[in-house]
């Protein structure tokens, strides 16, 4: 009788601990309580991720550091003004801008006494950047022009090079032929990264000796692809910033000759703000617009940085569509802005 309860109590304590075991692997994050979680490792291969678990995975920081504002700021006063207060504190922290925060605070402020609570002040927060971020639509493309010239601006070390290569492998991936143009001449470097890019993804590259004039560049690169009928041409520029009005001056020529060597181009003007940047990156985007109309936003380097919030306040204080974000380093890292995989990210409706 003894042996076969035993046995019954081993068997039993087998499927719970599996059961256990299974659970744990199926969840690729650490749990939100606690000490900040550091960046999980996913279980599948990184390149087998859907696009929304690596929103997911990209945002934890943020995702972390505003789930523990937003609960900081209950529980030790019921009084309204308080509670808004340490929102607006925890959302200016996360990034998404003064004025923006303000919006926000107004959809809690507006909620019954009844739904002031964790709960209630997420669904309050989610529905409101929904609305803010409503009308940002789609991954730019050819539809029809060929080439399809995409001009890709920033200052230094946002990520410009990077992200191009990862477009590149984004047009190849859908059985584009793509030209890159290495319109940074500043650094020998700038040209070698860009020709690796090229080389990994089957892109041809114009390029010239470093230290060549950017316009000079762009014209053979734009007019090569013309003449060679490509899909998509993806030029980089300098970003240099000690040189400030002639980075302007110098961009508004390379957009000129882009405008000159194919008519209606450039159809798409990126630029690329690295996300742990801050309120800094809002200032870059408004001397970037006046001098080259940008017409979309990559925000790049959201891996790793708390300050997600970023995303809202570039769509609500410039009316700039945020087009893309990077999550990393690699090809499959750079995806396409989607609200819903990014509010879920960034604000989880039950955490
Ligand atoms: N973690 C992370 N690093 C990035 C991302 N995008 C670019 N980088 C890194 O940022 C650095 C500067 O990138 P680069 O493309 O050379 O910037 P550029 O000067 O604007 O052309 C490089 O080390 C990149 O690997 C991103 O989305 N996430
Ligand atoms: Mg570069």
Redesign the pocket.
């Known amino acids: 009788m003894i042996g076969w309860l035993a046995a019954w109590g081993v068997a039993l304590l087998v499927v719970v601990v599996g059961l256990l075991l299974r659970r744990s692997a199926a969840r690729p994050e650490a749990p939100a309580t606690g000490p900040t979680p550091e960046r999980a490792r996913p279980v599948a291969p990184e390149a087998e991720l859907s696009p929304r678990d690596r929103f997911r995975l990209g945002l934890a920081k943020s995702r972390d550091g505003l789930a523990r504002r937003i609960r900081g700021a209950f529980g030790r006063d019921e009084d309204l003004e308080a509670l808004l207060e340490a929102l607006e504190q925890g959302l200016i922290e996360s990034d998404v801008g003064v004025r923006t925060t303000q919006e926000l605070l107004g959809a809690v402020r507006a909620l019954p006494a009844s739904a002031r609570n964790e709960v209630g002040v997420r669904r309050a927060l989610r529905a409101e950047v929904r609305k803010l971020l409503a009308d940002d639509g789609g991954e730019p493309g050819p539809a029809g022009q060929a080439p399809w010239v995409c001009l890709v601006v920033?200052?230094?070390?946002?990520?410009?090079?990077?992200?191009?290569?990862?477009l590149a492998a984004r047009h190849r991936d859908a059985g584009r032929s793509v030209l890159l143009v290495a319109g940074?001449t500043f650094r020998a470097a700038?040209i070698d990264?860009l020709g690796v890019w090229a080389e990994r993804t089957g892109a041809e590259i114009v390029k010239q000796e470093p230290g060549a004039d950017p316009s000079s560049v762009v014209f053979d690169g734009v007019g090569a692809a013309v003449a060679r009928k490509a899909d998509v041409v993806l030029v980089?520029t300098a970003?240099r910033l000690h040189t400030k009005v002639n980075l302007m001056e110098e961009l508004k020529k390379v957009r000129r000759v882009v405008e000159r060597q194919c008519p209606g181009a450039p159809h798409e003007v990126l630029l690329?703000l690295?996300a742990t940047t801050g309120q800094n990156a809002i200032s870059q985007a408004r001397t970037f617009s006046e001098a080259v109309e940008v017409t979309g936003v990559v925000l790049?380097?959201?891996?790793?940085s708390a300050r997600g919030g970023m995303a809202v306040a570039i769509r609500h204080e410039l009316g700039l569509p945020v087009r893309y974000?990077?999550?990393?380093?690699t090809a499959a890292?750079?995806q396409p802005f989607d609200l819903d995989s990014f509010i879920d990210a960034l604000l989880p409706e039950g955490e």
């Open positions: 920033g200052v230094n070390g946002v990520g410009k090079t990077t992200t191009i290569g990862k940074d700038a990264q980089d970003g690329v690295d790049s380097k959201l891996d790793g974000v990077g999550l990393g380093e890292d750079l």
